[in-house]
C-alpha cells in the first residue's frame, strides 16, 4: 500500500495526504461508529490513482474489496469499506455518520493553514501538469467554487467548529472571489 501512494505521478494524493487523513482520524476517532472501517476506508480511498481515468475511487474499492476479502474481513464490513472508498468521488454530500467523517477527514486540507493549503495547491496542479495551464485554471476554479456553494463543507460539528471558516477563505482566496459563508 505504501509503495502506491509513493508513486512518482503523485504529489498530493501521496504519502503525506495518507498521514495527514490518518492524523486526522486519530484527533477524531471517537465520531466512528465502526472506527476499523473508517481507517481501513482512508487507507484505501486513494490506494488507485490514475492521473487520467475518472474511476479511481472505483478501482480503490475494488482493490479493498479483493484485499480485505483475502484477509478474511467479513463481506458485510467490506462492502462498508467499499461504499465508504466511493463517498470519497465527492458527488454528494454524505449522510451516514461514518461517511461524513470519512469525508471531513478527507477535505480537512481545504482547511490547512495557509502555507499548508498553498502548497496543496501547488501539488494538484503538479499531478495534473499535463494539463495546459489555461484549461486547468478553468476547471480547479469550478471545482473549488463547486465547494464554496455548499452550505456547509463539513458535515460533523467536530470538523465544521475547526476548519469551515478557514477552508472558506483559504477557498475564496484560490478562486478570487468574495468568502461564501453559510
Known sequence: MLQRYAEPW?????????G????????????????????AALWF?????????????????????????????????????MDLILVTRHTAIP?????????DIDLSILGAPVAR????????????????????AEKRRAILQSFLARPRLYSTAHFFTALEARARANLSGAVGGPQSTP
Request: overall charge negative; glycine content about 4%; proline content about 3%.
Open 20 to 39: 495527514e487523513c490518518l492524523g486526522a482520524f486519530d484527533a477524531a476517532l471517537h465520531l466512528a461508529a465502526r472506527p476499523a472501517e473508517v481507517e
Open 10 to 18: 503523485r504529489h498530493y494524493r501521496a504519502l503525506q495526504h495518507l
Open 117 to 136: 493549503f498553498a502548497e496543496y495547491e501547488r501539488q494538484i496542479r503538479a499531478e495534473y501538469s499535463f494539463v495546459p495551464q489555461a484549461l486547468f
Open 95 to 103: 449522510q451516514a455518520p461514518d461517511e461524513q467523517l470519512l469525508v
Open 45 to 81: 480511498h486513494d490506494a488507485v490513482y490514475a492521473l487520467q481515468r475518472a474511476d479511481n475511487e472505483e478501482q480503490s474499492a475494488q482493490l479493498a474489496q479483493r484485499v480485505l476479502g483475502d484477509a478474511g474481513v467479513a463481506s458485510e464490513a467490506t462492502s462498508r469499506v
